[in-house]
């Protein structure tokens, strides 16, 4: 670990990872799959897991935050890309896929990188079944060490085309290659990924697998678990079949028996095949490479490149559309633009009654399409989730509102693209064709497909933020009832102490006391005036900076959310405040703002019945610092694992549902702003307990 390492040099830019070349196959499958809704993260780690270059890629994306106090994370595809986000994977794939489609500059013959790719594949099939086999605990973590440990001779490649077959042809024995490429480039892909891996700061001992996998089996007896599994995958996969110094190896390192790692040979061989045959990587042996390239998964690639393209200069059109009418106008244009389209209407879906919508000017009426009423294009979209039309079979799949759109339109028929976000439909958009228009439509179906994905993520989006501001206008709204309250309250003592004094002035007057009776409710009517000043300008207060005074605000809040949010939904609202709370240092609206989310978002998962509970307490002493406790718990469903695993991040859907992501997301910067902690835990017998630790 401590060598200075001669890759150095600056004809080696370990860097550069978009230099180095990407299975065509492998990013297509990913394009597709992270344009599908919802994403499914597990089989997108197991595409991305099928290429050397585009996992280091997303790895080294990941973890390269310029944040020097940065927790390390697992050398986990999957956990990666759930930190990442589809829109960012997304991003990461289209950058590949774009400079490999007009940047054909790495020249390293196809044979070569089959060979590459067939070898790193097996390795890291052989390192995961080895890992189960001895039950190490993180398989993935291997599978990864496998399929990244020869990263090193694809860096070196991309700049000497031909030093995958030199070295393949001039190395005698596995160990004597980190020498010779030190003789032939200066440099040995040992060290060099390896520096590669370290840069990103994973949890994990990937970096020293990769740096030692070519070490004698001798120096890596008692290292870590995954530096010899490395070493003794990749030793099994260096000929047709495994050689005496790979089971001596397995022998040495893990007590393995030759028939078990013949039997894990087999099975990981099994396993390679299914990819390769996916991937397009060619030979059944490795005796057998053919050198002509694969025109048609590098044809599909350009396919690929350009509808990305094309569909991103439309996003560019939608992206100044700040409501949905204009949003909708623009994707409207685009499709004109695009696939000249003229006649393009939009039938959203009612989420209440699931119905499809439409209006024009031109028509006599609104048109309502009801999916599960007669047949009809429109609703076979919605249905099947897929571009339909109604000129099948000489019109016979028409339906009425089919020949009624045609007709209205002039065209012969009606082409249907549904549009969804997070599997749920938001409607449909259909078109005006002509039978001599339809085959080239048709033709376009993955540019329209695509088309039509972005356009419903950009609509949803739309909704998102219109949902979060009415959100915030309905909170705001919720405070102020709150602080009219409050102020309301403070008013009622001087006007009852006006009201007293009035009764006794009306009793004396005429005495001598009645002057100084007068003097009394002068001031309490200057009281009152300065009262309603300060609710007038309320906007222009300071922040105050006095200490908070935790029960009380919960008090005052809980009276308003009571009456607006509990009792018309038959929700009890129970208060369990500790007595005697230390004030809290500072905070008050941002508390009443945490307490509003939690309260409504509890309301919300119960929807009708059930209870509320706010519970304080204090003395709570977390790392020497003295805590007040909040805690909010309700008697609902509860929150799914899939839920629990993004809480606290906003929602993408605009489905809605219990718990909300947008008011949990921001209750915690909301609490880590006050210097507190929120966390969650199931409550006992069901339910939610969402829990504050606020500092004193």
């Known amino acids: 670990m401590s060598e200075v390492p001669v890759f150095q040099s600056p004809s080696f830019d370990n860097t550069h990872l978009l230099a180095l070349p990407v299975s065509s196959a492998v990013l297509a499958a990913v394009l597709a799959a992270v344009s599908a809704d919802p994403v499914d993260l597990r089989q997108l780690a197991g595409i991305i897991g099928r290429d050397a270059a585009l996992s280091a890629r997303v790895l080294g994306v990941a973890n390269s935050t310029a944040d020097p106090g940065r927790t390390p994370q697992p050398a986990n595809l999957e956990a990666t890309l759930a930190a990442l986000g589809p829109q960012t994977i997304r991003t990461i794939a289209t950058t590949a896929a774009v400079y490999q489609t ?32 001895l039950a190490y605990p993180a398989p993935d973590e291997a599978y990864l060490a496998g399929l990244l440990h020869d990263l090193g001779r694809l860096i070196i490649a991309a700049r000497h085309p031909t030093a995958l077959q030199e070295v393949r042809v001039l190395g005698q024995d596995a160990g004597d290659i980190p020498a010779l490429e030190q003789r032939l480039f200066g440099v040995d892909h040992c060290d060099l990924g390896a520096a590669l891996v370290e840069s990103w700061r994973l949890r994990s001992f990937l970096a020293d697998a990769i740096r030692f996998h070519h070490q004698p089996t001798e120096a890596l007896r008692g290292a870590h678990p995954l530096l010899r599994l490395l070493h003794v995958a990749n030793l099994l996969n260096q000929g047709d079949a495994p050689g005496d110094a790979a089971f001596s190896a397995a022998d040495r390192l893990f007590g393995l028996a030759p028939a078990r790692l013949r039997e894990l040979c087999a099975e990981s061989a099994r396993e390679v095949e299914e990819v390769v045959a996916d991937c397009g990587i060619a030979g059944p042996a490795p005796s057998d490479w053919p050198t002509a390239p694969s025109a048609s998964v590098d044809g599909a690639m350009e396919q690929t490149v350009r509808d990305l393209l094309l569909v991103d200069g439309a996003r560019a059109e939608w992206s100044a559309a700040d409501d949905e009418p204009t949003l909708l106008a623009a994707i409207a244009r685009s499709a004109a633009m695009l696939f000249e389209l003229t006649e393009v209407h939009f039938f959203p879906r009612d989420p209440q009654t699931g119905m499809l919508h439409g209006s024009d000017p031109g028509w006599p009426d609104e048109i309502v399409v009801d999916p599960d009423g007669a047949r009809n294009s429109l609703s076979r979209a919605l249905r099947d989730r897929r571009l339909c039309h109604s000129l099948g079979d000489g019109g016979a799949d028409a339906g009425v509102i089919d020949r009624q759109l045609a007709r209205w339109w002039q065209r012969e028929g009606i082409l249907c693209l549904p549009l969804s976000a997070a599997a749920e439909p938001l409607g449909v958009w259909v078109a005006g064709v002509t039978r001599t228009q339809l085959p080239r439509l048709l033709a376009q179906s993955p ?22 501001m009415n959100r915030v206008r309905e909170d705001h709204r919720l405070l102020e009832q709150q602080r009219l309250h409050a102020v309301v309250h403070e008013v009622s003592n001087p006007l009852t102490i006006m009201r007293n004094y009035l009764h006794l002035l009306a009793l004396k007057l005429g005495e001598p006391a009645a002057g100084e009776d007068l003097r009394v409710l002068r001031e309490e009517t200057e009281r009152v005036g300065r009262i309603l000043r300060r609710l007038a300008e309320a906007d222009d207060v300071e922040p105050e900076k006095i200490g908070c005074n935790l029960n009380q605000t919960i008090r005052d809040l809980a009276r308003v959310l009571d009456d607006a949010l509990c009792r018309p939904r038959g929700i009890r609202l129970n208060l369990q405040l500790a007595e005697d709370l230390a004030p809290l240092a500072r905070g008050c609206d941002a508390l009443r703002q945490i307490i509003l989310n939690l309260l409504r978002n509890a309301a919300e998962a119960l929807g009708q019945g059930g209870a509320i509970t706010v519970t304080t307490q204090d003395q709570i002493n977390l790392q020497g610092r003295q805590y007040v406790e909040v805690a909010v718990a309700d008697d609902g469903p509860g929150l799914s694992a899939e839920r629990r695993a993004h809480l606290f991040q906003p929602l993408t859907s605009a489905k809605g549902g219990g718990h909300a992501g947008l008011g949990l997301a921001i209750v915690r910067t909301l609490v880590e702003e006050l210097g507190g902690y929120v966390g969650y835990r199931p409550n006992t017998g069901g339910g939610a307990v969402f829990t504050l630790l606020l500092p004193q």
Not at 106 to 122: A, N
Not at 449 to 457: K, M, S, V
């Open 102 to 133: 007009f940047s054909r500059s790495h020249g390293i013959p196809r044979d070569e990188l089959d060979r590459f790719q067939r070898h790193t594949l097996t390795c890291a099939c052989l390192a995961r079944n080895l890992a189960k086999t």
């Open 447 to 468: 540019l329209l497909e695509r088309f039509g994905a972005e356009a419903a993520r950009a609509l949803d989006a739309l909704r998102q933020r219109e949902c979060r």
